[in-house]
């Protein structure tokens, strides 16, 4: 028993005026060892405190005067005899008695102990499971709210379903609940209507806004404490249960958290309410919180991305969800600062003050939303430090660039929204770049506005060709003029032209590819695309077709198909389309030139005006019909406006598009591209097979176009090379396209222009009928020296109707024109129809006046030589020139022994053209014919 006090002696606290134990487990039952007056007494009906008068608080010193109480049976053996022992015996059975009512008392200390211990461990189970139930439905809450985002009508459907089941309800939860819960329905009315609609949204920010923090309390008590409403030991959640309602209300709150977690109603379906306020609910609640919620798959990166928002030190509580449970969170004693990150309170916190508003309208439908759920979640915070501002941040960058759900999916990755910034800013500075890199070079040369994208191209639309002119009055002789995103620097004065043409060749020896020609490789492999050494060659073999003696060698050819085009004119009077009959006769002229073959184009039996009727004429004349009228299709689709295919169009706005859109277009059955592509595979066939015919020909000696190049190529190794068959199918067919639409237009102008005139018709007339016998064939020598007038009229005719208005080139490097430095590949471009009407050069520019190219008159001799070129100027200007001149003077010489033409009735006044790579007719030029007799 010694031990026993001794240990009583360590454990046992001294209180002044008796002892008494500090904790449960040093109350001690009554005990054998007493001192004077001492002894253990009750102190309450579970305690008993030990009793004696060394045993008081603070001093020490007297502990030693205890002492065990002595028995009587000890003292007597101490003390001698054994005449005492039966008197002992009896004191030893009592003593016995003594300490099994001390055992017994000590037994059952033990078993009391031991229940509360058993009861502490239950109690800590418990505590742990409520514990894992909360997380589990955070876990579903926020599972929720990621399901809720993707439904737009939750809120609203959430809201009707409360209010139908607050009716259900009766009178008297409907009664406490109102207390409480009837505005906010309203308030979740108007927060599904902010997911709607922006407007509302300041309506709703003007609310009463401690009412709806209060029912978000109240909605979210219930997930959080459904199962412990009867045993609340947070006192915060305790003091919200005893002010939401009660159990009652827990079982409304339960049962609205129910309705939340029911996939029925976040995936949108329509629910039937169930009205239940019984168990279902409660095991229906159990079932969701029991099924294991993917946690990490689909939130844990958005929670870790808040823990990494937070400071350091809070983070473990952060990571277990409580950015969606803010009471929880708070009542756990935890500054709220990290919780309150995404809270209406800090939007706007960072849209400073009623931005708020503003922000709801931007955010989109998805965005707004999302505010709605983080007003229901998380009201009732209020924080403003740079955490939140920073994770607000953040959550408005990735509401703008990246919308809602990647961020839910990613969480908030700031070096993530970072590189995106960055890479959008990055494609919008090169799409930047890339629009207005071509202007910024060149924008010191004067120009009107530039439209984005468009460039001038509505200018164009408004003015048609004449812009030019328009342009060259209000911005001088050099200005700049925006093909769609492409800059042009438009020289409209002739020393200028002659600067950038002759002068500066060197530095300016190409053309640059506009966007109809870029879409057509058929059109690109001639000469006049080719560049630098390859042109110069492809140049120079070309030149000895053009020989004098070789274009005098072509005049017979030349008058007989011009003859025979005009057996065509059966009767004095008849009204013919003269620009296809021209166009007829310019195609078989240029087709026996350059191809040797005859088209038969212009032959009597194809009198009709249209190029279609030939399909009636048997295989041969079918094919050909169709091989032109292919050539005609592919050539006029080339425009320069906006009526183009779509890639011509692309590539007038956004040039590097214009590529893959003609890939993919031309695959497109029924869409221009695709014709365009077709027309030019046929076209392109027709031709290999013509060089591949002419190639395999014995009979060299023939003079056609073709045969020379063929020739040429075998004789010099260089052009050869140069001249691949591709090369020579691209030249001979760019020779039928420059050499027939542009003499054909020139030659129907002169007619049309003439006709007007009659001056002008009757001094022709004279110097025709004046030249000779009208059998009589002039020669090339003849064409050149004896019809002066014709020269005048035809130059003016040119003059008036500039078939090339402008005159493409590129810069190679930099350049300087007309005091403005031009960088390396500034696309110049000559304007001869901006020349031609200049009335420093032709006074009365638009009055039709042959004479003023008279070489004794003063006006021809002050001119500018370079003034009048439509066929282009310098090393690079027009190779047909002379071929081309000497077939509309002999059709002219022609025509005019034989007929007069008259305007038809039919014909538009002014007469209207169409912009494409050339100038055409917009409905062709109708003109009777006069038989002369
Ligand atoms: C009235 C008829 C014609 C006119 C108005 C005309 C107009 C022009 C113009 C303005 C140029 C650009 C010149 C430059 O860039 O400086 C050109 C080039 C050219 N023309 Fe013509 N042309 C006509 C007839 C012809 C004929 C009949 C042929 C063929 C037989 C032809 C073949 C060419 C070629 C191959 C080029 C490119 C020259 C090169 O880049 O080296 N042209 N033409």
């Given at each position: 028993m010694e031990g026993v006090v001794v240990k009583e002696e360590e454990t046992v606290?001294?209180?002044?005026?008796?002892a008494?134990s500090?904790s449960s487990s040093s109350s001690f039952s009554p005990h054998p060892m007493e001192g004077?007056?001492e002894g253990f007494r009750k102190v309450?009906p579970d305690r008993w405190e030990f009793a004696n008068?060394?045993?008081?608080?603070?001093?020490?010193?007297?502990?030693?005067?205890i002492?065990r109480k002595r028995h009587l049976s000890q003292?007597?053996?101490?003390?001698?005899?054994?005449?005492?022992?039966?008197?002992g015996q009896f004191e030893f059975e009592g003593e016995l008695e003594r300490l099994k009512r001390d055992r017994n008392v000590l037994m059952a200390e033990i078993v009391r102990l031991k229940q509360q211990q058993q009861?502490?461990?239950?109690?800590?189970?418990?505590?742990?499971?409520?514990?894992?139930?909360?997380?589990?439905?955070?876990?579903?809450?926020?599972?929720?709210?990621?399901?809720?985002?993707?439904?737009?009508?939750?809120?609203?459907?959430?809201?009707?379903?409360?209010?139908?089941?607050?009716?259900?309800?009766?009178?008297?939860?409907?009664?406490?609940?109102?207390?409480?819960?009837?505005?906010?329905?309203?308030?979740?009315?108007?927060?599904?209507?902010?997911?709607?609609?922006?407007?509302?949204?300041?309506?709703?920010?003007?609310?009463?806004?401690?009412?709806?923090?209060?029912?978000?309390?109240?909605?979210?008590?219930?997930?959080?404490?459904?199962?412990?409403?009867?045993?609340?030991?947070?006192?915060?959640?305790?003091?919200?249960?005893?002010?939401?309602?009660?159990?009652?209300?827990?079982?409304?709150?339960?049962?609205?958290?129910?309705?939340?977690?029911?996939?029925?109603?976040?995936?949108?379906?329509?629910?039937?309410?169930?009205?239940?306020?019984?168990?279902?609910?409660?095991?229906?609640?159990?079932?969701?919180?029991?099924?294991?919620?993917?946690?990490?798959?689909?939130?844990?990166?958005?929670?870790?991305?808040?823990?990494?928002?937070?400071?350091?030190?809070?983070?473990?509580?952060?990571?277990?969800?409580?950015?969606?449970?803010?009471?929880?969170?708070?009542?756990?004693?935890?500054?709220?600062?990290?919780?309150?990150?995404?809270?209406?309170?800090?939007?706007?916190?960072?849209?400073?003050?009623?931005?708020?508003?503003?922000?709801?309208?931007?955010?989109?439908?998805?965005?707004?939303?999302?505010?709605?759920?983080?007003?229901?979640?998380?009201?009732?915070?209020?924080?403003?430090?740079?955490?939140?501002?920073?994770?607000?941040?953040?959550?408005?960058?990735?509401?703008?660039?990246?919308?809602?759900?990647?961020?839910?999916?990613?969480?908030?990755?700031?070096?993530?929204?970072?590189?995106?910034?960055?890479?959008?800013?990055?494609?919008?500075?090169?799409?930047?770049?890339?629009?207005?890199?071509?202007?910024?070079?060149?924008?010191?040369?004067?120009?009107?506005?530039?439209?984005?994208?468009?460039?001038?191209?509505?200018?164009?639309?408004?003015?048609?060709?004449?812009?030019?002119?328009?342009?060259?009055?209000?911005?001088?002789?050099?200005?700049?003029?925006?093909?769609?995103?492409?800059?042009?620097?438009?020289?409209?004065?002739?020393?200028?032209?002659?600067?950038?043409?002759?002068?500066?060749?060197?530095?300016?020896?190409?053309?640059?590819?506009?966007?109809?020609?870029?879409?057509?490789?058929?059109?690109?492999?001639?000469?006049?695309?080719?560049?630098?050494?390859?042109?110069?060659?492809?140049?120079?073999?070309?030149?000895?077709?053009?020989?004098?003696?070789?274009?005098?060698?072509?005049?017979?050819?030349?008058?007989?198909?011009?003859?025979?085009?005009?057996?065509?004119?059966?009767?004095?009077?008849?009204?013919?389309?003269?620009?296809?009959?021209?166009?007829?006769?310019?195609?078989?002229?240029?087709?026996?030139?350059?191809?040797?073959?005859?088209?038969?184009?212009?032959?009597?039996?194809?009198?009709?005006?249209?190029?279609?009727?030939?399909?009636?004429?048997?295989?041969?004349?079918?094919?050909?019909?169709?091989?032109?009228?292919?050539?005609?299709?592919?050539?006029?689709?080339?425009?320069?406006?906006?009526?183009?295919?779509?890639?011509?169009?692309?590539?007038?706005?956004?040039?590097?598009?214009?590529?893959?859109?003609?890939?993919?277009?031309?695959?497109?059955?029924?869409?221009?591209?695709?014709?365009?592509?077709?027309?030019?595979?046929?076209?392109?066939?027709?031709?290999?097979?013509?060089?591949?015919?002419?190639?395999?020909?014995?009979?060299?000696?023939?003079?056609?176009?073709?045969?020379?190049?063929?020739?040429?190529?075998?004789?010099?190794?260089?052009?050869?090379?140069?001249?691949?068959?591709?090369?020579?199918?691209?030249?001979?067919?760019?020779?039928?396209?420059?050499?027939?639409?542009?003499?054909?237009?020139?030659?129907?102008?002169?007619?049309?222009?003439?006709?007007?005139?009659?001056?002008?018709?009757?001094?022709?007339?004279?110097?025709?009928?004046?030249?000779?016998?009208?059998?009589?064939?002039?020669?090339?020598?003849?064409?050149?020296?004896?019809?002066?007038?014709?020269?005048?009229?035809?130059?003016?005719?040119?003059?008036?109707?500039?078939?090339?208005?402008?005159?493409?080139?590129?810069?190679?490097?930099?350049?300087?024109?007309?005091?403005?430095?031009?960088?390396?590949?500034?696309?110049?471009?000559?304007?001869?129809?901006?020349?031609?009407?200049?009335?420093?050069?032709?006074?009365?520019?638009?009055?039709?006046?042959?004479?003023?190219?008279?070489?004794?008159?003063?006006?021809?001799?002050?001119?500018?030589?370079?003034?009048?070129?439509?066929?282009?100027?310098?090393?690079?200007?027009?190779?047909?020139?002379?071929?081309?001149?000497?077939?509309?003077?002999?059709?002219?010489?022609?025509?005019?022994?034989?007929?007069?033409?008259?305007?038809?009735?039919?014909?538009?006044?002014?007469?209207?053209?169409?912009?494409?790579?050339?100038?055409?007719?917009?409905?062709?030029?109708?003109?009777?014919?006069?038989?002369?007799?």
């Amino acid at each position: 028993m010694e031990g026993v006090v001794v240990k009583e002696e360590e454990t046992v606290t001294c209180t002044g005026g008796g002892a008494s134990s500090s904790s449960s487990s040093s109350s001690f039952s009554p005990h054998p060892m007493e001192g004077l007056n001492e002894g253990f007494r009750k102190v309450d009906p579970d305690r008993w405190e030990f009793a004696n008068e060394g045993f008081l608080g603070g001093q020490k010193h007297l502990l030693k005067t205890i002492k065990r109480k002595r028995h009587l049976s000890q003292t007597t053996q101490q003390q001698g005899g054994g005449a005492c022992i039966e008197v002992g015996q009896f004191e030893f059975e009592g003593e016995l008695e003594r300490l099994k009512r001390d055992r017994n008392v000590l037994m059952a200390e033990i078993v009391r102990l031991k229940q509360q211990q058993q009861q502490s461990r239950e109690h800590i189970a418990a505590m742990e499971d409520r514990l894992r139930s909360t997380e589990r439905k955070q876990q579903r809450v926020m599972t929720f709210l990621a399901k809720a985002l993707n439904n737009p009508s939750f809120i609203e459907q959430f809201a009707q379903r409360a209010a139908q089941r607050r009716e259900i309800r009766g009178v008297e939860i409907g009664r406490k609940r109102r207390l409480t819960a009837s505005p906010s329905v309203e308030n979740l009315q108007e927060v599904a209507s902010v997911a709607l609609g922006s407007s509302q949204f300041v309506d709703y920010m003007n609310q009463d806004l401690p009412t709806i923090e209060n029912e978000m309390e109240t909605l979210f008590s219930a997930v959080l404490d459904n199962e412990s409403s009867s045993d609340i030991k947070d006192p915060i959640a305790s003091s919200m249960h005893t002010a939401n309602g009660g159990s009652n209300l827990d079982a409304v709150n339960e049962t609205i958290w129910e309705e939340l977690l029911t996939d029925d109603l976040v995936s949108g379906e329509p629910n039937e309410v169930a009205v239940s306020d019984e168990p279902e609910v409660d095991v229906e609640v159990e079932d969701l919180v029991a099924k294991p919620v993917d946690w990490s798959d689909d939130f844990q990166d958005l929670v870790d991305q808040m823990g990494y928002l937070r400071p350091e030190r809070q983070q473990r509580s952060f990571r277990r969800g409580a950015v969606f449970s803010g009471r929880s969170y708070k009542a756990a004693g935890q500054p709220a600062s990290c919780v309150t990150a995404l809270s209406p309170h800090n939007l706007g916190v960072l849209s400073s003050g009623d931005r708020r508003p503003a922000m709801a309208t931007h955010l989109g439908e998805r965005g707004r939303r999302f505010i709605s759920l983080l007003l229901v979640v998380d009201w009732p915070f209020e924080v403003n430090d740079d955490v939140t501002q920073r994770s607000l941040f953040c959550l408005k960058i990735c509401i703008f660039c990246r919308g809602w759900h990647p961020m839910i999916e990613n969480g908030l990755d700031v070096p993530m929204v970072t590189a995106i910034v960055c890479t959008v800013s990055a494609m919008l500075l090169g799409l930047l770049g890339y629009l207005y890199g071509p202007y910024w070079g060149v924008r010191k040369v004067p120009g009107p506005p530039v439209i984005p994208l468009l460039g001038h191209l509505p200018l164009m639309a408004k003015h048609g060709p004449d812009v030019f002119t328009v342009l060259a009055k209000r911005y001088g002789p050099i200005f700049r003029f925006h093909m769609g995103r492409q800059p042009l620097i438009i020289v409209a004065d002739p020393e200028l032209c002659k600067e950038v043409a002759i002068k500066k060749f060197k530095d300016i020896p190409n053309r640059s590819v506009p966007s109809p020609i870029s879409a057509s490789p058929l059109h690109q492999k001639g000469l006049f695309f080719t560049r630098d050494a390859r042109w110069s060659t492809m140049r120079n073999t070309i030149l000895s077709v053009y020989q004098p003696s070789h274009l005098a060698s072509l005049v017979p050819t030349m008058q007989s198909f011009i003859e025979s085009a005009t057996e065509n004119f059966q009767s004095s009077n008849e009204e013919i389309t003269f620009s296809n009959f021209s166009l007829k006769l310019a195609t078989d002229v240029i087709g026996q030139a350059a191809f040797g073959v005859d088209f038969g184009l212009s032959k009597p039996q194809s009198a009709s005006d249209s190029i279609n009727s030939f399909h009636s004429q048997g295989k041969d004349n079918c094919d050909v019909s169709e091989f032109i009228n292919q050539h005609i299709y592919s050539t006029t689709q080339l425009k320069m406006d906006l009526s183009g295919s779509f890639s011509i169009i692309i590539g007038l706005l956004v040039p590097i598009l214009q590529e893959p859109f003609r890939q993919i277009l031309k695959r497109i059955p029924g869409t221009m591209d695709w014709k365009v592509d077709r027309t030019n595979r046929n076209i392109s066939g027709r031709l290999d097979e013509i060089v591949r015919k002419k190639m395999e020909e014995k009979n060299r000696g023939s003079k056609d176009f073709l045969s020379l190049i063929l020739r040429s190529r075998e004789s010099e190794t260089l052009s050869k090379k140069v001249f691949t068959p591709d090369y020579i199918s691209a030249v001979t067919y760019e020779h039928l396209l420059a050499g027939s639409i542009t003499t054909s237009f020139t030659l129907s102008s002169i007619v049309y222009l003439v006709a007007q005139h009659p001056e002008t018709e009757k001094k022709l007339l004279a110097e025709i009928d004046g030249f000779g016998p009208h059998d009589q064939i002039p020669t090339a020598h003849d064409l050149q020296n004896k019809f002066p007038y014709l020269d005048q009229v035809v130059k003016e005719a040119m003059r008036f109707y500039v078939v090339s208005p402008l005159v493409a080139r590129e810069t190679s490097k930099e350049v300087e024109i007309g005091g403005y430095v031009l960088p390396k590949g500034t696309w110049i471009w000559l304007a001869p129809g901006v020349l031609a009407k200049d009335p420093k050069n032709f006074p009365e520019p638009d009055r039709f006046k042959p004479e003023r190219f008279d070489p004794n008159c003063e006006e021809e001799k002050r001119r500018h030589p370079c003034a009048l070129i439509p066929f282009g100027i310098g090393p690079r200007a027009c190779i047909g020139k002379k071929f081309s001149i000497q077939e509309i003077k002999l059709s002219l010489i022609h025509l005019y022994r034989k007929y007069l033409f008259r305007h038809s009735p039919n014909m538009e006044k002014p007469l209207e053209f169409e912009f494409g790579i050339v100038l055409n007719f917009k409905r062709g030029v109708k003109l009777r014919i006069i038989k002369r007799t």
